[in-house]
């Protein structure tokens, strides 16, 4: 079965580090989501790419949130500096335009 | 506009019963509409999903009901079994929008 792969699955740091996480779309797939899960807030989509363009990081922290796709087979979301409040499980979900998404099985991220 | 909302925050069936999760939405460009079956440490699965065009899709015990003009859905699980306790997600999307999830609906099925 193809799938989408992050890494890495778990990551502990130091508030003001910076935080790089990693994901692998499925081959052929054209839109690819980062999404923060947390209790309190559920699902929450931090950016949207089309054909590696990105089309809505508007829920992202643009101060210390970016991501950016540097080729078709790598998605990266990175946090500088981190923070307490960004411990969270951060997924990655690849698929085509209005058809079924698939997620990856997500980065937990703690920041003490 | 984009927020779909979802309900109940959590449900307790059992076994044997039928789990019925709730949703709606605002844009009526959303064109499909999908649902999610997440357990714990995992992440999200895609259940089912349904276009507007259809008023209902079945698989197996998992039937998605859709009312476009209420603009509601719905997922029912007939025969709720202990393996079908997860956490469940409606969400929405269309070729414009990006894909917007409910806050989930944690299902405990019952012996």
């Known amino acids: 079965d193809a799938r989408v792969t992050q890494t890495p699955r778990h990551k502990v740091t130091e508030m003001g580090q910076e935080v790089t996480m990693r994901c692998q779309p499925i081959?052929?797939?054209?839109?690819v989501f980062w999404y923060r899960q947390t209790m309190m807030q559920g699902l929450e989509l931090l950016a949207y790419?089309?054909?590696?363009?990105?089309?809505?990081d508007s829920g992202m922290p643009k101060d210390r949130f970016s991501a950016e796709m540097p080729d078709a087979t790598l998605a990266t979301l990175k946090i500088q500096p981190s923070e307490p409040r960004d411990s969270a499980v951060y997924f990655c979900?690849?698929?085509?335009?209005?058809?079924?998404?698939?997620f990856g099985s997500g980065t937990r991220l703690t920041v003490v | 506009q984009q927020q779909v909302k979802q309900s109940p925050q959590s449900l307790i069936v059992q076994k044997g019963g039928i789990s019925i999760i709730n949703c709606a939405y605002e844009?009526?460009?959303?064109?499909?509409f999908p649902w999610y079956q997440q357990f714990p440490g995992k992440g999200p699965a895609l259940l089912i999903a349904?276009?507007?065009?259809?008023s209902e899709k079945k698989e197996g015990r998992f039937t998605i009901s859709f009312n476009k003009s209420a603009k509601q859905f719905s997922l029912h699980i007939m025969d709720s079994q202990p393996g079908d306790s997860a956490t469940y997600f409606c969400?929405?999307?269309?070729?414009?929008?990006?894909?917007?999830f409910g806050k989930g609906t944690r299902l405990s099925v019952i012996a």
């Open positions: 790419f089309r054909n590696r363009a990105p089309l809505d």
């Open positions: 349904i276009r507007p065009d259809v």
């Open positions: 979900a690849s698929g085509l335009v209005s058809y079924g998404y698939t």
């Open positions: 081959l052929g797939h054209n839109t």
């Open positions: 969400a929405a999307h269309s070729g414009n929008t990006p894909l917007v």
């Open positions: 844009n009526t460009a959303f064109d499909y």
